[in-house]
C-alpha cells in the first residue's frame, strides 16, 4: 500500500522552527519528485517547495525564501522540510507529494499526497 504519512507539525510561537517529515511506505522516493504544499484556512492549497530526483530545488513561495529548505534522504525514504523563523501566515495544513518523474511540477501533476500535518503559528 502506498503512503506518505507527515509528521512534525504543532503549535509554535512566531520565530521558532519545525521541521516536518514526510515518510513514504509502498513506494521508493528514488523515483520521485517530492514536494511539500500548504493550504490555509479559507485558501486553495500552494506550494512551497520541491526537489527533484537530482536533488535540484524549485521554491514555489517567495514568502519561504531564506526561511525553509527541503531535503531528502533517500536511504531512509524520507523527506523533511526545515521551517525557520516561523511566522503567523505560515500557519496551516502541510502536505508532502510524491511525482513520478524526475523534475517538480505545478500541484496537479502530483501522483501521491499525504494526510497533511497542522502547523500553527501564534503568539
Known amino acids: 500500500q502506498l503512503r506518505l504519512v507527515e509528521s512534525g507539525g504543532g503549535l509554535v510561537q512566531p520565530g521558532e522552527s519545525l521541521r516536518l517529515s514526510c515518510a513514504a511506505s509502498?513506494?521508493?522516493?528514488?523515483?520521485?519528485?517530492m514536494g511539500w504544499f500548504r493550504q490555509a484556512p479559507g485558501k486553495e492549497r500552494e506550494g512551497v517547495l520541491c526537489?527533484?530526483?537530482?536533488?535540484?530545488?524549485?521554491n514555489y513561495a517567495d514568502s519561504v525564501k531564506g526561511r525553509f529548505t527541503i531535503s531528502r534522504d533517500n536511504a531512509k525514504n524520507t523527506v523533511y522540510l526545515q521551517m525557520n523563523s516561523l511566522k503567523p501566515e505560515d500557519t496551516g495544513v502541510y502536505y508532502c507529494?510524491?511525482?513520478?518523474?524526475?523534475?517538480?511540477?505545478?500541484?496537479?501533476?502530483?501522483?501521491?499526497w499525504g494526510q497533511g500535518t497542522q502547523v500553527t503559528v501564534s503568539s
Open positions: 526537489i527533484s530526483r537530482g536533488g535540484g530545488i524549485t
Open positions: 509502498g513506494l521508493t522516493l528514488d523515483y520521485y519528485a
Open positions: 507529494a510524491a511525482r513520478a518523474n524526475f523534475f517538480c511540477s505545478g500541484r496537479y501533476e502530483y501522483d501521491y
